[in-house]
């Protein structure tokens, strides 16, 4: 069973719009929570992370939070654009592994 | 700085034949990671390292086996090549534990036919 579950799978917006990627966990221990871009044909980079004590975390347009108690993160980006497009995965970490999300595809169109 | 660096990019292979998906990192990283990622899913670890001589077995470690006899390198070998290993690989490392950031390589795109 994959411990981390993301939404929407795929995602459809105009260059300049706003939009909100979620995620939801079970891994336990927790011991942060990362997001990750990944474009087309390459490996993941990490864009947050944040521990059980930080609630919101911010990367220029990224805004990454995080509800330790429902176990339920969010990414938000503002101002999309054309480069946005990519995959978002949300990686929850617990005592000495990662556990990954599907992620969900950003589609930015002009 | 080069980062993490896997090699090929893109490889077929047929049914039964053998090959080893290279990755070496110049971070001097201890923990290095092989996952494979199917498409609409999250990424599945394969094997790990915690550091030179030590290896263990991630989720899916069938079909697979690695070494790690320097810091820099930790290749993947398929021993006897199958359909189902039809994925993308990914090598990582990370300073310390699964705790800290991983930095990825770029992939390898491997076909089973």
């Known amino acids: 069973k994959n411990q981390v579950e993301q939404s929407p799978q795929s995602l459809i917006i105009l260059e300049g719009k706003n939009c909100t990627l979620q995620c939801n966990y079970t891994v336990s221990p927790f011991s942060n929570l990362r997001w990750y871009k990944q474009d087309t044909g390459r490996g993941p980079v990490s864009l947050t992370i944040m521990t059980f004590s930080e609630n919101t975390k911010s990367n220029g347009r990224y805004t990454a939070t995080l509800d330790a108690d429902t176990k339920q993160s969010s990414l938000h980006i503002t101002a999309s654009q054309l480069s946005d497009s990519a995959s978002y995965i949300c990686v929850v970490s617990g005592t000495w592994d990662m556990r990954f999300g599907a992620g969900t595809r950003l589609t930015v169109k002009p | 700085n080069a980062g993490v660096t896997q090699t090929p990019k893109f490889r077929i292979l047929k049914i039964g034949q053998s090959m080893t998906l290279q990755c070496t990192q110049d971070?001097?990283?201890?923990?290095m990671y092989w996952y494979r990622q199917d498409p609409g899913m999250g990424l599945k670890l394969i094997y790990y390292?915690?550091?030179?001589?030590?290896?263990d077995k991630g989720e899916v470690p069938n079909g697979y086996n690695v070494s790690r006899s320097t810091t820099e390198d930790f290749p993947l070998r398929l021993e006897l090549a199958a359909p189902s290993q039809t994925s993308v690989y990914f090598c990582a490392s990370s300073p310390r534990t699964a705790n800290t950031e991983a930095f990825f390589g770029q992939g390898t795109r491997l076909t089973v036919v």
């Open positions: 971070m001097n990283h201890n923990y």
């Open positions: 390292s915690v550091g030179a001589g030590i290896t």
